[in-house]
């Protein structure tokens, strides 16, 4: 007898520290009797089994209208209240519910339940809501002008809904009568989502995102931006799971996109079990900052992108100093407060960091402007006092006058596997972008006891972020120094003369635009006969393979005429210059 009068004290209540919790939302011109009342809500318990109880309908529906304002609570699993709040008489603002909980197949643990002063079915904000927040369901109570409660209007996510409507909305029931078993449908939902988000093998353990890619104004260059930012994930350990493509005759300065379409992604990411979204072309840290408050998925950029992938790739000292500054450098006009760009892209301490999330490290969590600014003045001097050595190496190789090659060219146009074919080294060869971050140098010996020093330096790509290029200074100063450029393209690439125009720029900007070099269209065995010879005769070039070293025949002899057969001036040149 004792614990069901115990047990019957205790229904439709909730622990004394919830009821201390504030009414939030537009409070502006009601009374204190009326805040009060509402604050009351927070007493009462929906079953776990029920969307919402007969009781908690009808407060509601009184309450909204004797204020005439939509009223609204979020309930947990376990049929308690975590907030209420209060909108205008046509919509709702939900205040900010934390992160979302983890784990595949899973939604953020809360329901929506608010009214509707005019009778009308759930509407696009509330369905939207409900998929960009994740959560279990919403629904909308009509209330009528003598403040009853009529009909309950519920819908929830489905796994295989369309990209643009990813939800199911119920048959109506009466709000104090619905037959609705709740725990059953959530449960249901989540083991579909579960079985559709089932990744292949080789996706486990790769982050997921959503690509999007926006082309500005009459640019071209789409299909090639969209190839190299799917490579670039590739590289990156990124799986990409769709392409959002939009072209707009300028940029949205607060979104990029705009914000229907920003909703629009944000709810295929949700539908595909993205966990981040990035973006071409990149983000102002103002557009960042504002897509960032917009969801809780990580939110990156090409230029962001490129700097993880060279934080996995960084191996020696000098080149993990350079991926740091790069860092800091593109983080400091993004950092603020909270909820930034940066703020999701780290796990926690004795977390694993994921996309975005190397280099730095944990810093990024807590670092604030000074600290970044303090960071970046000490990793400068460290890079400068490695560059001393570098110099004092470059300055031996020339009082030896021996002749320095630097191979350039696109990111992944085989610069190092050509590199290893004409020394016999062991560099790394990977099929992948920017495998190479710091100069490797090789000597390559010539008939008549003639040699050189050959260097592979870091690969380019369009649009080269100004961080990459100066922090990567130990590339720039050995391309300085050389007497001839190597430019190696990727002949069997499709977009092969935007990486030509892209390179070439990209030395002009440096200064380096009327240095020697020599144009080298690299795998061939990817070509036809036809278009191998085709290269050979009209390209301006030699067509090789770093495959078959007997195709290099020709490109050897080239290098040979353009270092010996113009007499010493240009090592007496080279000489005075350093």
């Not at 009808?58 to 909204?64: G, I, R, Y």
């Not at 071409?280 to 897509?291: H, K, N, W, Y």
């Not at 720029?505 to 200064?511: E, N, V, W």
């Not at 050979?536 to 070039?541: D, E, M, S, V």
């Amino acid at each position: 007898m004792w614990v069901a009068v115990a047990f019957t004290a205790n229904v439709g209540r909730v622990p004394a520290e919830r009821m201390q919790q504030d009414v939030t939302g537009n409070l502006a011109g009601l009374k204190t009797s009326e805040i009060k009342a509402l604050e009351r809500l927070y007493r009462r318990r929906v079953a776990p089994t029920e969307v919402v109880s007969s009781e908690l309908a009808t407060q509601l529906a009184v309450q909204s209208a004797e204020i005439h304002r939509q009223v609204g609570v979020l309930i947990d699993r376990r049929g308690a209240i975590e907030h209420v709040f209060v909108g205008d008489a046509s919509k709702i603002l939900l205040p900010d519910v934390g992160r979302l909980r983890g784990g595949k197949g899973r939604f953020r643990g809360l329901r929506l339940v608010h009214t509707h002063l005019r009778n009308e079915p759930l509407t696009r904000d509330d369905l939207t809501d409900l998929a960009l927040l994740r959560l279990d369901a919403v629904a909308a109570i009509a209330v009528d002008a003598a403040g009853r409660p009529g009909k309950l209007y519920v819908g929830h996510l489905v796994a295989d809904g369309p990209a643009d409507r990813p939800w199911r909305e119920l048959a109506a029931e009466q709000a104090t009568s619905s037959t609705l078993d709740f725990a059953e449908l959530i449960a249901t939902l989540e083991t579909d989502f579960g079985r559709v988000r089932r990744v292949a093998e080789t996706d486990r353990g790769k982050e997921r995102a959503l690509l999007v890619h926006v082309q500005i104004g009459r640019a071209k260059d789409s299909e090639a931006r969209v190839a190299e930012l799917r490579e670039l994930c590739r590289t990156a350990g990124v799986k990409a799971v769709d392409v959002f493509i939009q072209r707009r005759p300028e940029a949205d300065p607060k979104f990029l996109v705009g914000r229907g379409k920003l909703d629009e992604i944000l709810l295929r990411a949700m539908q595909l079990g993205a966990e981040c979204v990035i973006f071409d072309p990149d983000l102002s840290p103002g557009q960042a900052r504002a897509i960032s408050d917009a969801t809780e998925l990580k939110v990156l950029d090409r230029t962001m992108l490129i700097l993880d992938i060279f934080a996995q790739h960084a191996t020696s000292r000098d080149g993990k100093l350079q991926v740091e500054l790069a860092q800091l450098r593109y983080a400091l006009p993004r950092l603020a407060e909270k909820n930034t760009m940066m703020s999701r892209l780290t796990a926690g301490p004795g977390g694993k960091a994921g996309l975005g999330g190397r280099g730095p490290g944990e810093t990024k969590l807590e670092i604030n402007r000074r600290r970044a600014r303090e960071r970046i003045h000490l990793l400068e001097k460290k890079l400068e006092d490695l560059a001393g050595d570098r110099r004092l190496r470059r300055q031996r190789r020339t009082h030896r006058e021996v002749p320095i090659i630097a191979i350039c060219g696109y990111t992944n146009a085989g610069k190092s596997t050509m590199l290893n074919a004409l020394t016999e080294g062991d560099a790394l060869a990977a099929d992948k972008l920017f495998a190479t971050l710091d100069p490797i140098s090789r000597r390559l010996r010539f008939p008549h006891e003639r040699e050189v020093v050959i260097t592979d330096t870091v690969g380019f790509i369009r649009d080269l972020p100004s961080e990459l290029t100066r922090a990567f200074s130990a590339t720039l100063e050995e391309m300085d120094d050389a007497d001839l450029l190597v430019h190696v393209v990727d002949a069997s690439d499709p977009d092969r003369d935007q990486h030509i125009r892209a390179v070439e720029g990209i030395l002009s900007d440096l200064g380096l635009g009327e240095k020697p070099r020599i144009l080298v269209w690299n795998k061939a065995d990817r070509l036809e006969p036809t278009d191998a010879e085709f290269l050979a005769r009209h390209g301006g070039g030699f067509v090789v393979s770093s495959l078959d070293r007997a195709t290099f025949g020709p490109l050897l002899l080239a290098i040979e005429r353009a270092l010996w057969q113009q007499g010493k001036d240009t090592q007496v040149a080279r000489v005075a210059h350093a």
